[in-house]
């Protein structure tokens, strides 16, 4: 199988791919810890580094198990009993006659025993929250089930121990869980949160590409740095735009076209806001549905970021807000008086979003006249300057 670039979740056998760091710190923290949280907007790797994650306990002798909550939610016959029957055909278990896939993975006297703790990755928890009180009903079993195992695990009455737990979801989960469970104490509960980057660093660039020309067999006259130099300069490491830049100098150089960083910065010239379209599919759609809103809490949003380029945030982001976050859209930053505001994730995605804006305005929004130096223009690296 040959490698190449990927759209959605990464597998190192058929994509290019580099680790994130916090990988390997999950590794270290989560063993015999509670459950830990993975959180960041879509497209920002988190499946990515939730599948790395348990690839790398896999090695090191613990069972794992993975359930995407996406595919089960959205199934017209979801329950919540689905979610632990997921985990049970994961393991090759049958459920027992009579009683509830919960019932039996939290009694596992007669169940196989498991040579090695077992680690679970629920990912897409969020999307729990499409469901009435679905959310909630899955963190008491959850709660539950550690608990119960852990007793039984401790008195030699389980077959099963329990590694640890990692919860998968957008940047608002912990207040969601907080909001599902405002009775609990979830604190001691969720003992740690890792959020997955929106951006690749220049050197990771420079890493995917090493990995193309090594997969192609092409070997360009400047050096991986200067490529991932001028890569990041049009995308500020924004991951699904880096990849799309990537995949287009990929598709190149598999037709057979000599094509050379000086054509790569004459293509972002002229071309990039529309092709790299591809690579931010959802921020697009997202921006697309917020301007078509018609309720003041986004008008207002809105007005503030793309006349401003931020939006002051007043104690907890509003729903308006996560919307945004957990799409891509914008990120949360801290400014120099330690408040906080939202900003469009990257230069190239504002200035894209901008044009968006504009093509798709609703009466309804009302910008003010723009500064003149609202727009981001391209950075370039090195002596690479579009003519």
């Known amino acids: 199988m040959r490698k190449g670039v990927a759209s959605e979740a990464v597998y190192p056998w058929a994509h290019f791919y580099v680790e994130?760091?916090?990988v390997a710190k999950l590794a270290r923290v989560l063993p015999g810890k509670g459950v830990l949280l993975l959180v960041g907007p879509r497209q920002s790797g988190k499946s990515t580094d939730s599948l790395a994650l348990l690839r790398m306990l896999h090695k090191s002798g613990y069972q794992v198990v993975y359930v995407g909550l996406g595919a089960l939610v959205s199934s017209p016959h979801f329950d919540g009993d689905n979610i632990w029957s997921a985990v049970l055909d994961e393991l090759d278990v049958p459920v027992r006659e009579g009683r509830s896939a919960f019932a039996t993975l939290e009694n596992p006297d007669e169940l196989p025993s498991l040579?090695?703790?077992l680690v679970v990755v629920f990912d897409e928890v969020s999307s729990l929250l499409s469901r009435n009180g679905a959310l909630r009903e899955f963190l008491m079993h959850l709660r539950s089930l550690r608990h119960s195992l852990s007793l039984r695990h401790s008195s030699s009455m389980s077959?099963?121990?329990l590694g640890g737990?990692?919860?998968v979801g957008a940047p608002a989960l912990q207040m969601d869980i907080m909001d599902a469970c405002a009775d609990e104490r979830w604190p001691s509960f969720v003992v740690a949160g890792v959020e997955s980057s929106q951006l690749f660093s220049e050197a990771e660039i420079a890493d995917l590409f090493q990995q193309l020309v090594k997969e192609r067999y092409h070997v360009p006259e400047e050096s991986p740095q200067r490529w991932s130099r001028v890569i990041m300069s049009a995308t500020e490491g924004v991951k699904g735009l880096s990849g799309a830049v990537l995949a287009e100098i990929d598709g190149r150089w598999r037709l057979g076209?000599?094509?050379s960083l000086a054509d790569l910065v004459i293509y972002l010239s002229g071309k990039c806001p529309g092709v790299l379209m591809q690579g931010m599919q959802k921020p697009c759609k997202s921006l697309l549905r917020a301007l078509s809103r018609t309720d003041e809490e986004m008008r207002c949003l809105l007005t503030d970021l793309f006349c401003t380029g931020r939006h002051l945030l007043e104690g907890r982001p509003p729903e308006a807000a996560l919307r945004l976050i957990n799409d891509g859209v914008v990120h949360i930053c801290t400014l120099k008086d330690n408040k906080h505001a939202l900003q469009i994730s990257a230069p190239l995605l504002e200035q894209l979003l901008q044009s968006m804006a504009v093509e798709g305005?609703?009466?309804?929004v009302e910008l003010h006249d723009p500064p003149m130096d609202l727009g981001h223009s391209m950075?370039?690296?090195?002596?690479w300057q579009p003519s």
Do not use: C
Request: charged share 20%; aromatic share 8%.
């Open 165 to 167: 737990v990692v919860l």
């Open 379 to 383: 950075r370039w690296a090195g002596d």
């Open 159 to 161: 077959n099963i121990r």
């Open 20 to 22: 994130a760091a916090h």
């Open 115 to 117: 040579r090695a703790a």
């Open 361 to 364: 305005m609703q009466p309804s």
């Open 257 to 259: 076209e000599q094509f």
